[in-house]
């Protein structure tokens, strides 16, 4: 007679054993179980099968089902003559389990663990048994990983300690899947049911709490702030920027940029496409740097642009250049707009052989140190003034004066090509360029007019002599 228990956290499968076993099918563990085997005569033998059922719940730590089985004589054949191996202990494995997931701080929110995402390392874990509830404690390696393995086949739930988890950083919807090894449970409310041999891997991505946003506009006015009646700039690309990462943003038609989900840290904000290419960001321009704490939602970095000037140069010469004579350079400044410019500054750097004398313009100064500095008021988009600048010949006939300018302003510039102006002439020649137009003309007038008056003289003279030769009465 053959004897057997049902192991522990298991149940008796009268169909898969066949026989005549007398346990009933489902018999629960613990349960004797016998089976007639008849007589054996000498030098044979023969085999049974016993099977059962694994509970679909086995408690933590258990990772093999224990079964004895013994033979005895019914009593009606020879006495054994040597019982000491009539018993017979199989552990049979269940197969190992293995949980395993990562904690990090998911910066694009798109649930997965990228390389320059950081690991929550140190985070404290429990996992649950179900049937038992028996905890395990884990916490997050150093490169945010973290399993629990030597598993039995049941049902658990892995959870994430918060109160470990740094401020600032809230947890999104974990992602469970089975990895490996066979066919598993689905997986629902946080519970994780796994079969033996099985691997599962529970991920719990974390996303930032704060929010910066603002409104990019045009800064009408260029006072910096945003006013009534300005209109946002829709279609601007906003980047955001911390410890190696990136966030990228497009105003909508109101001109609104949100960037969520961020951890603490301090952030540069700046326009990255779309920007106005005649306008300049007003209060302090970019990039932007902004602090956001824990938890934090900052709406108010406003990005505003405003219209620039664009301040043109030309410059002329007045008389031509001839050794110990005057001479005159005349700047010409103007604003080609659209916007006012801020006050305005004219650099020049006056040639070899001209010694300066004078330089004004009303609302001008001008100073002479290692070049002539003048500074004038600012100036309306389409606007344009002179500043003279006077000075006498020095150098030899044949040396070339070449004069040098630039203009600038507080305000920024939207084309930096025409803010500088040149201009060569040689001494004792006409100049090469910036003759006075006027000087000329009025020139040209007086030798005309003068030219006149001595052919009308000629003709009088000739007139009176013929008359004094005629006789008298003749």
Do not use: K
């Amino acid at each position: 007679v053959l004897t057997e228990t049902v192991p522990a956290h298991s149940s008796f499968d009268a169909v898969a054993s066949g026989g005549a076993w007398s346990c009933p099918d489902g018999a629960s563990a613990g349960t004797t179980c016998t089976l007639p085997v008849g007589a054996v005569a000498t030098s044979t033998g023969g085999s049974a099968v016993f099977a059962v059922t694994v509970d679909g719940s086995i408690p933590v730590g258990v990772l093999a089902l224990s079964n004895t089985t013994s033979i005895a004589d019914g009593g009606s054949g020879s006495p054994d003559i040597d019982s000491t191996n009539n018993t017979f202990t199989l552990a049979s494995s269940l197969g190992e389990a293995l949980i395993t997931g990562s904690v990090w701080v998911d910066l694009n929110n798109d649930g997965l663990f990228d390389t320059d995402e950081p690991p929550l390392a140190g985070i404290g874990l429990e996992l649950t048994h179900i049937a038992s509830a028996t905890v395990t404690p884990g916490v997050v390696a150093a490169d945010g990983s973290f399993s629990f393995g030597g598993l039995a086949a049941g049902s658990f739930v892995v959870e994430v300690d918060e109160a470990t988890v740094p401020a600032g950083i809230i947890p999104t919807t974990p992602a469970v899947g089975l990895i490996s090894s066979g066919p598993g449970d689905s997986v629902d409310s946080g519970v994780i049911t796994v079969a033996a041999g099985q691997v599962w891997a529970a991920d719990f991505p974390h996303v930032g709490a704060g929010s910066i946003g603002g409104i990019v506009w045009s800064d009408l006015d260029g006072n910096g702030e945003l006013d009534t009646g300005e209109p946002g700039l829709g279609g601007v690309s906003v980047g955001a920027s911390a410890s190696g990462h990136t966030w990228a943003a497009v105003s909508d038609p109101s001109g609104s940029y949100r960037f969520d989900n961020l951890p603490p840290d301090t952030y540069r904000i700046e326009v990255t496409a779309g920007g106005p290419a005649d306008a300049a960001v007003t209060a302090g321009g970019l990039p932007i740097l902004v602090g956001l704490a824990p938890g934090v939602d900052i709406d108010s970095v406003d990005i505003g642009y405003h219209a620039m000037a664009d301040l043109a140069l030309a410059v002329n010469l007045y008389d031509a250049p001839n050794t110990g004579s005057p001479i005159t350079y005349i700047f010409t400044v103007t604003n080609n707009g659209p916007a006012s410019s801020g006050p305005v500054t004219l650099m020049a750097l006056l040639p070899g052989g001209f010694d300066f004398t004078s330089a004004a313009d009303a609302g001008w100064t001008c100073t002479l140190t290692t070049q002539l500095v003048c500074t004038g008021p600012a100036m309306a988009g389409g606007a344009s003034t002179p500043v003279v600048v006077n000075g006498m010949v020095t150098g030899s006939d044949g040396v070339t004066l070449t004069i040098l300018g630039a203009v600038s302003s507080t305000t920024p510039d939207n084309n930096l090509t025409n803010n500088q102006a040149a201009l060569s002439a040689g001494i004792g020649a006409l100049p090469q360029t910036g003759i006075n137009a006027d000087r000329v003309g009025l020139s040209g007038l007086l030798l005309l007019l003068a030219g006149g008056f001595l052919l009308l003289w000629a003709v009088l003279a000739d007139r009176r002599r013929r008359e004094e030769e005629e006789p008298f009465g003749g």
